[in-house]
């Protein structure tokens, strides 16, 4: 390869020349130049996606679509209603036998054999239907229990669920007693009039995202789980309320341990069981969807839970079924004590693949956030790893990179939006991978978003070890404004990781116990409070004006919910607790924690109508450190931001590049957003033609202590 030698910035470079690779470096490079030098790594890997993309489809005989759902029609079981057949296939290369038992057989382990119909170990069955009054029925009545016996080399005879079972449940007191607490198959199979017929169509496309990040069983304000029907109930009224416009599911795919968060996935296929039935979930997206809000899925591809008898782990008897192998020092996470896919493998790719199409399909879900990405992408799963954004962390012979993983996530990202027109997808990744959301033409990942996973960090950060007169106005903005070029990243000012138990939320490092005493306005309203409602309100309009694309809340969040979140466990004594999210709080007009859910409604509103989300980048005119003042311009919109802890500002010259007439179309300091009303919102504000801090005009505001104001041209 033929090269030239270019300057950038005062660093020598490597700039290819007269050489053809698989994607449009040229674009790539007008995005960034620094990547030139590892080109023929980024075109290794993007050839090696192709090829892999040419096997998957038969070299586009068929589409990815088309084998993405031939992983979950043609793999577990095919129902037909019209001969009331029934098929199961299941691949398990390790079996000698496998035999399909259950509540339909009395638990024989004899009768129904599964026929080995392939070299690799594929096994099939079908289950004709039997007489029931003298008309044909299924020989497995719905929601029965299931299970697979398989035959190892040894004689051993083992007992897993079905890996593509669509429900899974905990056992009753007398299972519990007899088996264990291990979750138990169902054949899901409802009459036709109590499957769940969606009525509305997909959502139209979003491109200013303000995600509310919900996790269904918390939803509740007892304590108990909340099902999906007080989800579609209670809690989608207030999203709706609030302006957020999608909804990113947590914890759906079926975990048999409630704590893990749903991060320990045992059945893949199985939408979890604790909340209610699938009819439930889709009934809850379709309510969603008639709101014209879009639903994500929070998918877990990154690992799996290591449970045995009901999760995927020795599913064959071998450790290494869609797994690497213990032996090959690859497959267990070494922080999560779990198990790690192995992308290489056709029946892993099958696998994943047919999930994503099949929650696509089945459930309508309209995208995805992907967990764990920076673990899939990384041989050292970025377990004890800096990341210091040093390019050769992440191409060249010394990084240590997993390319099939990367692969994998291209074409995960091909299906999503080969499937749906509108589809969605996020990755959480902390590592700064280079191309992680940029298009695949381009050689990038193919992700819509990225998550900006630095900023909640450094908020906390600030509030735990800063005073608020020592706060680095430079830094706050460097870290809101740090992504790379093209690449969208969601904001958020903190999210699930921060309410967590062990951890503090923002309303919580603000005002801590005082929340619990000092709320109510009957009575004074204490330094405490008084600066953790103005701060929290800052905070989160900062946050989402100028931290990213798109932007992120946690249910409760908002309104600074005044608990952590604890799942029960053997340590609270199975308390429920601590799970659950108290929305009466903000029902109460005694309460003050109503003035921050009316200022988050009116962001999001505000948002909604002037749309700086999703826009280019904003440009920052002002960081003053004495002054403690954020002054910068975004879609036409000037956002003015004083952090200070005392002083107010009269006649405060502020820079604006667009000349006319301003108007203030978002106050912080509003009554009604907990705030004193020191803003005449009827005020007009003219600009000067004097040129200020590198703006062509100026204008002068009153801008008090901790307050924030949005203005628009009139």
Not at 112 to 127: A, C, D, L, P, T
Not at 154 to 175: C, F, M, N, W
Not at 577 to 588: E, G
Request: charged share 25%.
């Amino acid at each position: 390869m033929s090269s030239t030698a270019v300057s950038l910035n005062g660093e020598s470079i490597i700039e290819p020349k007269n050489t053809v690779f698989s994607f449009d470096s040229e674009k790539l490079l007008n995005i960034d130049q620094y990547l030139s030098p590892f080109l023929d790594d980024i075109n290794k890997r993007h050839i090696d996606y192709l090829d892999k993309k040419a096997v998957l489809t038969s070299n586009n005989k068929v589409s990815l679509t088309e084998f993405s759902r031939d992983g979950y029609q043609n793999y577990g079981f095919t129902i037909d209603s019209k001969t009331k057949s029934i098929s199961l296939t299941e691949w398990a290369a390790n079996a000698v036998k496998m035999f399909l038992i259950g509540d339909f057989n009395s638990w024989n382990e004899t009768s129904h054999e599964m026929n080995r119909v392939s070299e690799y170990g594929h096994f099939n069955i079908n289950v004709p239907p039997v007489n029931n009054k003298g008309e044909d029925d299924f020989a497995i009545p719905h929601d029965a229990k299931i299970k697979l016996m398989l035959v190892l080399p040894s004689g051993e005879k083992i007992y897993r669920l079905p890996t593509h079972v669509e429900r899974a449940t905990q056992p009753d007191d007398d299972a519990l007693k007899l088996f264990g607490p291990s979750y138990e198959g169902r054949f899901w199979n409802p009459s036709l009039k109590d499957r769940y017929v969606f009525k509305q169509p997909r959502p139209k496309r979003v491109d200013d995202l303000k995600i509310y990040e919900s996790h269904v069983g918390i939803g509740s304000i007892e304590p108990k789980i909340g099902t999906f029907d007080n989800f579609t109930e209670n809690v989608l009224p207030k999203i709706i309320d609030l302006g957020y416009n999608c909804i990113q599911l947590m914890a759906i795919m079926e975990h048999a341990y409630y704590a893990s968060f749903g991060y320990q996935i045992t059945s893949f296929y199985a939408a979890s069981s604790r909340y209610g039935s699938p009819e439930d979930l889709k009934k809850l997206i379709d309510a969603c969807h008639e709101k014209n809000i879009t639903v994500l899925l929070d998918i877990v591809h990154s690992h799996a839970s290591k449970n045995v008898s009901d999760g995927l782990n020795n599913f064959d008897g071998s450790n290494h079924h869609l797994f690497h192998s213990i032996e090959s020092g690859r497959g267990e996470h070494p922080l999560w004590d779990s198990c790690l896919f192995d992308y290489s493998k056709y029946e892993t790719l099958k696998f994943l693949l047919g999930n994503i199409a099949y929650y696509i399909d089945e459930y309508q879900f309209d995208g995805f956030r992907f967990d764990g990405v920076t673990s899939m992408l990384y041989k050292h799963h970025g377990s004890g790893f800096g990341f210091s954004g040093d390019y050769h962390e992440y191409f060249g012979d010394n990084a240590s990179v997993d390319v099939d993983a990367v692969t994998y996530l291209t074409l995960a990202n091909d299906l999503v939006h080969e499937m749906l027109e509108n589809g969605i997808t996020i990755a959480e990744d902390v590592s700064g991978y280079p191309g992680l959301a940029l298009p695949t033409k381009l050689g990038g990942v193919g992700f819509d978003y990225k998550l900006n996973m630095a900023v909640p960090d450094m908020w906390i950060k600030l509030l735990k070890e800063v005073s608020d007169e020592n706060w680095d106005m430079g830094n706050i903005v460097q870290n809101l404004t740090n992504r790379r070029y093209k690449e969208k990243v969601i904001c958020y000012s903190e999210s699930h990781d921060q309410a967590l138990v062990g951890d503090k939320t923002l309303a919580f490092w603000l005002m801590d116990s005082s929340m619990y005493t000092e709320m109510s306005i009957l009575g004074p309203l204490t330094p405490v409070i008084d600066r953790g409602i103005a701060l929290h309100k800052m905070i989160r309009l900062l946050t989402q004006s100028l931290g990213g694309e798109g932007y992120l809340n946690f249910m409760g969040n908002e309104f600074g919910h005044p608990e952590w979140l604890d799942f029960p466990t053997q340590r609270n004594g199975q308390s429920y607790q601590y799970a659950r999210r108290q929305y009466n709080l903000v029902d109460d007009d005694l309460l003050r924690y109503k003035h921050l859910y009316q200022f988050d409604k009116a962001m999001n509103k505000c948002e909604d109508k002037y749309k700086w989300l999703n826009s280019p980048q904003a440009y920052v005119s002002l960081k003053h450190e004495s002054d403690k003042m954020i002054v910068f311009e975004r879609n036409g919109l000037l956002f003015i931001f004083n952090f200070h802890p005392q002083n107010s500002y009269t006649d405060y010259k502020v820079g604006v590049e667009v000349p006319g007439k301003y108007k203030v179309i978002l106050n912080s300091d509003r009554v009604e957003y907990g705030g004193h009303n020191r803003i005449d919102e009827s005020v007009e504000y003219f600009t000067s033609n004097q040129s200020w801090c590198n703006r062509s005009n100026n204008l002068q505001v009153y801008i008090p202590s901790r307050v924030a104001l949005v203005l628009a041209k009139d």
